[in-house]
């Protein structure tokens, strides 16, 4: 529980530890399903900035192959706005809610999304993976996504670092060399 009170509490925050209405913070929105990218595409059209890391991936029919462009976290679009404009996000059709606890929506790490945004503007190799919290411990002290935590998993020879949003409880594994990477202390 002091981690959940540690994300919602804030320098610029009210007495009730919920942040400022008027500061912009990262938030999770939970779509519909297969709705990502037209709730982002509403909540960019009505000024919000809205974030949707998305992968390739090639699906095969009976017929043919396709090389489709998917939701790298399925269900959620990541936007950055005051609480005070939250409206703007929750009525676009497939917006569900802002994620957080007991009502109130936390705010996501700006470290870590600056740090994911960043990684996926450089064209890393990202793939959704399983949430994992057990693990090999280790920061990436090289490239774009430097300074990120994760677990270090081996896969087919290569090394790829499984990057976890706590609050979504979503991963995503990111290549890397075995040099980019620092074990963390136990």
Aim: glycine share 8%; charged share 20%; hydrophobic share 45%.
């Amino acid at each position: 529980m002091a981690t959940i009170s540690a994300s919602i509490v804030s320098s610029n925050s009210s007495p009730l530890g919920i942040p400022a209405y008027s500061q912009p913070f990262w938030y999770a929105a939970y779509t519909s399903a297969n709705h990502e990218k037209k709730a982002a595409a509403e909540i960019s059209r009505r000024g919000v900035e809205s974030f949707l890391p998305l992968y390739r991936a090639v699906r095969r029919w009976s017929d043919r192959r396709v090389e489709l462009e998917m939701p790298l976290f399925p269900g959620y679009v990541f936007v950055h706005l005051a609480l005070r404009d939250r409206l703007r996000v929750l009525l676009v059709p497939g917006v569900a809610r802002l994620v957080g606890f007991g009502g109130l929506p936390v705010a996501l790490p700006d470290e870590q999304m600056e740090a994911l945004r960043g990684g996926l503007d450089k064209q890393m190799l990202a793939k959704p993976h399983s949430y994992l919290v057990v693990g090999r411990r280790v920061r990436i002290v090289h490239g774009p996504l430097s300074g990120a935590e994760g677990i270090l998993i081996r896969k087919k020879g290569f090394y790829r670092v499984v990057l976890s949003l706590e609050l979504i409880m979503r991963s995503v594994a990111v290549e890397v060399e075995a040099a980019d990477v620092a074990p963390l202390p136990s």
